[in-house]
């Protein structure tokens, strides 16, 4: 897995405008910097979301938002990789039937459950009804389970411009509170005031809500995948001639990525 140099490069930018602004604006930018604010939000944010959600899955979305940095796994090269990949297994079956896949497709799926559990179907000679049937369930069930992660993110993203704003109504009380002592500490006061409510937006838009957006994107790439493989195991299950399930598999990808039979031949 590669580094995914646009999501940093993209982040750079964002947060580097946000300092450059304030650099350029202002001598004392050292007050756009305080821990308080920063604990309140991200501190109160991150408590909602371990009271709303189970500790496990508030983990695995916090860990999450650091693997949008680097690059997925699934493509358009691989989505055009598999359909060749099934055409080959097709001609196989064709030429031994099913159980002839076995011995070709155990080496392939390594690592990639998914497959696997499919491969297993189409040796063990289910139809391609119940091929169908039980890959769409296992598609979704899981599309389901790996999304509950985008659902937690976005709740924080709602959360935390709350905490903001609760923080600079506590600035604002403490403000307010000592305004006849020194009136002359309200502009100040004020300022720091808001950051809280700066910061909850900032990781409202900048942190959670991007990451949330990439991650349910992947997954649903992932999700299309799998849809394309199963279409691939499908007809396999229901024997059709290898062009077949070339013609019906490149009905799914854009035209620009055709796998041609023909073409990888004389390669």
């Given amino acids: ?64 938002i650091g693997r949008i940095l680097f690059t997925p796994k699934v493509g358009r090269d ?19 039937g099913p159980p002839a896949l076995e011995s070709e497709a155990s080496k392939a799926v390594q690592g990639d459950k998914f497959l696997k559990f499919g491969i297993e179907m189409v040796v063990s000679g289910y139809s391609g009804d119940e091929v169908r049937d039980i890959m769409t369930n296992l598609i ?26 609760i923080g600079t109504l506590i600035g604002l009380v403490i403000m307010l509170d000592k ?13 720091i005031a808001l950051i809280t409510t700066l ?27 799998n849809y394309l493989v199963a279409e691939g195991l499908i007809l396999m299950a229901d024997r059709k001639s290898p062009r077949y399930i070339q013609d019906k598999m490149n009905s799914y990808l854009d035209p620009a990525i055709h796998f041609n039979i023909d073409k990888a031949r004389k390669k």
Avoid: C
Avoid at 140 to 165: C, D, K, W, Y
Avoid at 182 to 188: E, F, V
């Fill in 1 to 64: 897995m590669g580094v995914s140099f646009s999501t940093i490069i993209s982040l750079l930018i964002a947060f580097g405008m946000f300092i450059g602004a304030i650099v350029w604006e202002t001598d004392h930018y050292i007050i756009f910097f305080s821990l308080t604010s920063f604990v309140m939000v991200v501190g109160g944010t991150l408590a909602a979301g371990f009271v709303s959600y189970e500790p496990r899955y508030v983990i695995l979305s916090l860990k999450l």
């Fill in 78 to 96: 691989i989505l055009k990789a598999e359909v060749g990949r099934m055409i080959r297994w097709a001609y196989i079956v064709q030429k031994g």
């Fill in 140 to 165: 979704e069930t899981t599309f389901g389970r790996n999304t509950v992660q985008v659902h937690i993110l976005r709740f924080l993203a709602s959360t935390s411009p709350a905490f903001g704003m």
């Fill in 179 to 191: 305004m006849g002592e020194d009136p002359t500490k309200l502009g100040p006061g004020l300022a």
């Fill in 199 to 225: 910061y909850g937006v900032l990781f409202a838009r900048l942190v959670y809500i991007p990451a949330a957006n990439k991650i349910m994107q992947r997954e649903q790439i992932v999700r299309f995948r």
